[in-house]
Structures are given as C-alpha cells and as structure tokens.
C-alpha cells in the first residue's frame, strides 16, 4: 500500500509562494509519475501538474503555467511543486497523485494523499 504525505500548504496573500512537498512510502517511488490536482470549495478536482518517473516528461495545467514549477527527488521519495505569484483562485486544497505508468499525464492514477490547504488572500 502506498502512503502519500503531504505538507507546505498555508494561508499567503496574493502574489506570494509556497512550495509543497509530497512524500510517499515504499521502495516504487521512482517507477512511476508522479502528479499534483487542486479542487477549490464547490468545484471538481482538477489537474495542476504532472511529473515522469525521471523528471523526463513535465506537464503543467494552463491556469499555472509559468508560475508553478514541479519537480522531483527520487532519492528522497519526494515530489514538489513550487509556487510563485499565487492569485486568490489558486485557493484549493491540494493532492498528490501517483500516476499508473512513467511518463506523465493529465489522469490521475489511484493513489492519492490527504491534501494540504492553500489559501490565497488578496
């Protein structure tokens, strides 16, 4: 069984940054890819951005390109996304994914961490 764990989340005023970390059990880390999806209050989860096995294959959601950044250590079983110039709709809590294969896409795979809360004022 995979665990997933993240953390970083908090409250920060708009144009501000945080990073997430997400750090999952076990020894298959590296064998697959690794994703972040938000859902805001009132809407459905939705994809954020997406990482390959080996950091080969990187995709970001339209709404964060550019300011967003995902990335990974396999050595530390950890992925990360960092976020810079947070707007008031980037408010959501935030889950990690473990996707089905190694390169990554926009699907998410089954196993998902408890989310962390990010909370963007203006």
């Known amino acids: 069984q995979v665990q997933l764990v993240e953390s970083g989340g908090g409250l920060v005023q708009a144009g501000g940054s945080l990073r997430l970390s997400c750090t999952a059990s076990?020894?298959?880390?590296?064998?697959?890819?690794m994703g972040w999806f938000r859902q805001a209050p009132g809407k459905e989860r939705e994809f954020v951005a997406a990482?390959?096995?080996?950091?080969?294959?990187?995709y970001y959601a339209d709404s964060v390109k550019g300011r967003f950044t995902i990335s990974r250590d396999n050595g530390k079983n950890t992925v990360y996304l960092q976020m810079i110039s947070l707007k008031p709709e980037d408010t959501a809590v935030y889950y990690c994914?473990?996707?089905?294969?190694?390169?990554?896409?926009?699907?998410?795979?089954?196993?998902w961490g408890q989310g962390t809360q990010v909370v963007v004022s203006s």
């Open positions: 990482i390959g096995r080996t950091g080969g294959s990187i």
């Open positions: 076990g020894r298959t880390f590296s064998s697959y890819a």
């Open positions: 994914n473990r996707q089905r294969g190694i390169s990554a896409t926009r699907t998410p795979g089954d196993y």
